[in-house]
């Protein structure tokens, strides 16, 4: 929420990537991106399977790239009839940092939330940054003060709350849970996670 309405301002008809969009943290930005009214919602991930399941959701995403294989930025430019993407949401930095440049449109905004390939970016041309108007954004929950938080949880509550549901339910906005493991399992749930092997969220439960 913090990501793509407060900071990326994203609007209706506007247009949407978002980085391991299988992720629990993904699959909510892109079902946001949906409810908000977004015309192209475009995710990337590391499989087929995961792209497949991605499209097939009623509130999923628009069109899919797998960034092991395909050149997001190039997927996203066609998705968009050239114009770009109003919003990146990354978490992933160092290796996507120029096609996610290359992937918002005039006036985008970058938002990053985690640098999971690396901090540091060799040779950037920063030239389209400049000649786009493009805003990047950094943030982290953890730094914010007390009353940032309030705030947002209190707008999250009013705005977005209310149409979450789970699986079942009827709800815009959909919770995945890809698997439960029990306290005493997880390592095999940090395991499942660093192999990127979920689709939604591992939840390990305390009994």
């Not at 954004?137 to 914010?144: A, D, E, K, P, Y």
């Not at 003060?145 to 705005?159: E, G, H, K």
């Amino acid at each position: 929420f913090q990501a793509v309405v407060l900071l990326g301002d994203l609007k209706p008809d506007g247009g949407l990537l978002v980085h391991a969009g299988a992720s629990g943290v993904g699959l909510a930005a892109i079902q946001l991106g949906r409810f908000i009214g977004a015309k192209d919602v475009i995710a990337t991930a590391s499989t087929k399977e995961k792209l497949d399941w991605l499209r097939s959701l009623s509130n999923g995403a628009t069109a899919t790239a797998n960034y092991k294989n395909e050149d997001f930025s190039q997927v996203v430019k066609e998705a968009t009839q050239g114009k770009g993407v109003n919003v990146v949401v990354d978490f992933v930095g160092q290796t996507h940092f120029t096609k996610n440049i290359d992937s918002l449109a005039v006036d985008g905004t970058m938002v990053m939330l985690a640098m999971l390939s690396g901090a540091t970016v060799p040779s950037v041309n920063l030239g389209p940054i400049l000649f786009k108007r493009l805003r990047i954004q950094g943030s982290t929950l953890r730094s914010r003060s007390p009353a940032y938080q309030a705030d947002l949880i209190a707008r999250f509550s009013n705005d977005i709350l209310d149409h979450i549901s789970g699986k079942e339910g009827d709800g815009k906005i959909t919770t995945f849970i890809h698997k439960v493991y029990p306290w005493d399992k997880i390592q095999d749930a940090h395991r499942e996670m660093e192999a990127n092997g979920n689709s939604g969220k591992i939840i390990a439960e305390i009994n």
